[in-house]
């Protein structure tokens, strides 16, 4: 039986099978956000507010998808987020992102809270698009050196996250018992003893292989303050007036590669970084899991477009669950959009397979929706795709000549 006969015929088809096949507390750390879930589902509604209109008797018979990145092709504008659980959802999961998108094809970003060393999944499928995750730790010395070594491992592409100088308010966390580490408060073990295939799967190899679940590219002083403090997320180890442009700079002085910052939802920021020569930035509310009121990060590309000018690089993250949807995130101004969600959804549902099949899934959707619209390359994706569209996206430029009288 093939992944196509399994029945997943798009990424919702994955997310149920994750969820049946996940316990409740990790699945919901996945799926769900901070707060009301405001932003989380703004992600949603701002992708299908845009309607498209398809043109007609254009040959499209050798579009292609393919595109750019920092001068490596890519089979389509698209690339898995960074997340930390991937681990959570089958065992070396990180393994089974990063060997789906080489796969493909596509860009994928190793995380700095991975439960699988950077090494490792550098050993299993580096390359030029594979690119590492950083967060913003307190000890800047600790900081500087770690760059050093995601340097000196081989990953040429740094993207720096910005959007969490406090700690999100999860509350489903608090009321199913989940945390990073693990603790086994009696709510997260009733969701653990729900799903027996899990802890076969996941949690009998990870402690055989590697002993109790931890961040693994986390220094053991680090590692030993969030067993200490119960943290649920590696980023409350940062402190607000712990993280400035400054440090910014001082990551450009040691990098070699490519080096975006991940988490804007501003044009002002985005200029910011444009100013300091970076190479790109990456506009994301974090899939809606830390501000629980802001925009879409669709809502403020075509804004940023304007702010930066038309060469510097803007990735868009958060929300995207159809090819259409990197087609729409292009026509306002993107260069390339990321998510993390669905190829999740794809480990916790058939490991490596199902992440490819998640990617499958974007790809053949934007193929398709391109030959409706009447396109046939990705420069061609522009505002003149949309109809009425809102005020935050460009407006098109139809070029009708009026009939004569």
């Given at each position: 039986m093939t992944i196509g006969d399994m029945g997943f015929y798009n990424i919702e088809d994955l997310r149920q099978k994750a969820k049946k096949r996940l316990p409740k507390g990790v699945f919901e750390y996945i799926d769900l956000g901070a707060e009301d879930y405001i932003a989380l589902r703004n992600n949603r509604t701002a992708y299908e507010e845009l309607k498209t209109k398809n043109r007609v008797l254009i040959d499209v018979s050798k579009r292609s998808t393919e595109t750019q990145i920092f001068n490596n092709k890519i089979k389509m504008p698209y690339g898995i987020s960074p997340t930390a659980s991937a681990g959570l959802t089958n065992y070396g999961g990180e393994i089974d992102l990063a060997r789906a998108?080489?796969?493909m094809g596509v860009v994928c970003t190793a995380a700095t809270s991975a439960l699988t060393p950077m090494e490792e999944i550098w050993d299993a499928a580096g390359g030029e698009n594979l690119w590492f995750q950083l967060y913003m730790w307190v000890d800047k010395e600790l900081r500087m050196k770690f760059v050093e070594n995601i340097q000196a491992v081989g990953y040429k592409t740094l993207i720096v996250t910005v959007d969490g100088p406090v700690g999100a308010n999860r509350e489903h966390n608090n009321r199913n018992g989940y945390s990073m580490p693990l603790r086994y408060s009696p709510q997260l073990v009733s969701g653990i003893l729900a799903k027996p295939g899990w802890c076969f799967r996941v949690l009998l190899k990870q402690y055989l292989k590697r002993g109790s679940f931890q961040k693994e590219n986390y220094p053991e002083e680090l590692n030993k303050k969030l067993t200490q403090l119960d943290l649920a997320s590696g980023t409350k180890q940062i402190k607000p007036d712990m993280q400035c442009w400054d440090d910014i700079k001082r990551i450009q002085e040691i990098w070699?590669?490519?080096?975006?910052?991940?988490?804007?939802?501003?044009?002002?920021?985005?200029?910011l970084a444009a100013e300091m020569g970076l190479d790109g930035?990456?506009?994301?509310?974090?899939?809606?899991r830390y501000v629980d009121n802001a925009?879409?990060?669709?809502?403020?590309?075509?804004?940023?477009?304007?702010?930066?000018?038309?060469?510097?690089?803007?990735?868009?993250?958060s929300g995207p669950r159809r090819g259409s949807d990197i087609v729409k995130a292009l026509a306002c101004g993107a260069n390339m959009v990321m998510s993390g969600r669905p190829t999740l959804y794809g480990v916790a549902a058939a490991g490596e397979a199902g992440a490819y099949r998640a990617l499958e899934i974007f790809y053949t959707e934007m193929d398709r929706i391109m030959a409706q619209l009447g396109l046939n390359s990705v420069d061609e994706i522009g505002?003149?795709?949309?109809?009425?569209?809102?005020?935050?996206?460009?407006?098109?430029?139809?070029?009708?000549?009026?009939?004569?009288?």
């Amino acid at each position: 039986m093939t992944i196509g006969d399994m029945g997943f015929y798009n990424i919702e088809d994955l997310r149920q099978k994750a969820k049946k096949r996940l316990p409740k507390g990790v699945f919901e750390y996945i799926d769900l956000g901070a707060e009301d879930y405001i932003a989380l589902r703004n992600n949603r509604t701002a992708y299908e507010e845009l309607k498209t209109k398809n043109r007609v008797l254009i040959d499209v018979s050798k579009r292609s998808t393919e595109t750019q990145i920092f001068n490596n092709k890519i089979k389509m504008p698209y690339g898995i987020s960074p997340t930390a659980s991937a681990g959570l959802t089958n065992y070396g999961g990180e393994i089974d992102l990063a060997r789906a998108a080489q796969r493909m094809g596509v860009v994928c970003t190793a995380a700095t809270s991975a439960l699988t060393p950077m090494e490792e999944i550098w050993d299993a499928a580096g390359g030029e698009n594979l690119w590492f995750q950083l967060y913003m730790w307190v000890d800047k010395e600790l900081r500087m050196k770690f760059v050093e070594n995601i340097q000196a491992v081989g990953y040429k592409t740094l993207i720096v996250t910005v959007d969490g100088p406090v700690g999100a308010n999860r509350e489903h966390n608090n009321r199913n018992g989940y945390s990073m580490p693990l603790r086994y408060s009696p709510q997260l073990v009733s969701g653990i003893l729900a799903k027996p295939g899990w802890c076969f799967r996941v949690l009998l190899k990870q402690y055989l292989k590697r002993g109790s679940f931890q961040k693994e590219n986390y220094p053991e002083e680090l590692n030993k303050k969030l067993t200490q403090l119960d943290l649920a997320s590696g980023t409350k180890q940062i402190k607000p007036d712990m993280q400035c442009w400054d440090d910014i700079k001082r990551i450009q002085e040691i990098w070699k590669g490519n080096l975006l910052i991940k988490g804007l939802q501003s044009a002002e920021d985005a200029v910011l970084a444009a100013e300091m020569g970076l190479d790109g930035v990456v506009l994301s509310n974090h899939g809606g899991r830390y501000v629980d009121n802001a925009p879409s990060p669709l809502q403020v590309t075509a804004e940023t477009r304007a702010a930066v000018g038309k060469d510097f690089r803007i990735i868009i993250d958060s929300g995207p669950r159809r090819g259409s949807d990197i087609v729409k995130a292009l026509a306002c101004g993107a260069n390339m959009v990321m998510s993390g969600r669905p190829t999740l959804y794809g480990v916790a549902a058939a490991g490596e397979a199902g992440a490819y099949r998640a990617l499958e899934i974007f790809y053949t959707e934007m193929d398709r929706i391109m030959a409706q619209l009447g396109l046939n390359s990705v420069d061609e994706i522009g505002p003149q795709i949309f109809w009425n569209p809102p005020d935050w996206v460009p407006q098109p430029k139809l070029g009708l000549k009026v009939a004569a009288e």
